[in-house]
């Protein structure tokens, strides 16, 4: 288990942080590209996907 967490680490580290700053989210200048609406949809999804698991596993973690 502790491999998976491992890897969902670095996705969390490497996912949305690196396409945002691949799209100009630092003072974007006139030369960034333009992202697609599929980008933003899939940067906004993978977002939520991660809030709602930590969210749902923070919430079973107390249960317990």
Same mark, same amino acid.
């Given at each position: 288990?502790?491999?998976?967490?491992? $890897?969902?680490? @670095?996705?969390?580290?490497?996912?949305?942080?690196?396409?945002? +700053?691949?799209?100009?989210?630092?003072?974007?200048?006139?030369?960034?590209?333009?992202? $697609?609406?599929? @980008?933003?949809?899939?940067?906004?999804?993978?977002?939520?996907? +991660?809030?709602?698991?930590?969210?749902?596993?923070?919430?079973?973690?107390?249960?317990?």
């Amino acid at each position: 288990m502790e491999k998976t967490i491992d $890897s969902y680490i @670095m996705t969390l580290k490497t996912g949305v942080p690196e396409l945002r +700053n691949h799209f100009g989210g630092h003072g974007s200048s006139s030369q960034s590209p333009s992202p $697609s609406i599929y @980008m933003a949809e899939y940067v906004l999804h993978l977002t939520a996907t +991660n809030i709602v698991f930590l969210y749902n596993a923070f919430r079973d973690y107390q249960s317990k």
